[in-house]
Nanobody
């Protein structure tokens, strides 16, 4: 079964940047969608950004213009470049892969201090 391994979370100051990475443990179907959700304490999990295998992207309004999602050359890796971070971006970020069903990563903490 495919596993997703995330990295790149941590602590940043407001206005700073972080880059998250998520890699699938094995080859995946050529048609798929990958992306990121996040969950802040006491809040529901929310969609942050998605990218299809065709390269189409979508973003939550709260991160448009600040976050960029992209694929690696091997297509089984997805990145989330987060710029101009805000304290409200603080959350656990979860990578996901959608093929026939959804696979989730273990989550990585992002903390933004003011």
């Amino acid at each position: 079964q495919v596993q997703l391994v995330e990295s790149g979370g941590g602590l940043a100051q407001a206005g700073g940047s972080l880059r998250l990475s998520c890699a699938a443990s094995e080859s995946i179907f050529s048609r798929n969608t990958m992306g990121w959700y996040r969950q802040a304490p006491g809040k529901q999990r929310e969609l942050v950004a998605t990218i299809t295998s065709a390269g189409n992207t979508d973003y939550a309004d709260s991160v448009k213009g600040r976050f960029t999602i992209s694929r690696g050359n091997a297509k089984n890796t997805v990145y989330l470049q987060m710029n101009t971070l805000k304290p409200e971006d603080t959350a656990v970020y979860y990578c996901y892969l959608l093929m026939i069903h959804v696979t989730w990563g273990q989550g990585t903490q992002v903390t933004v201090s003011s």
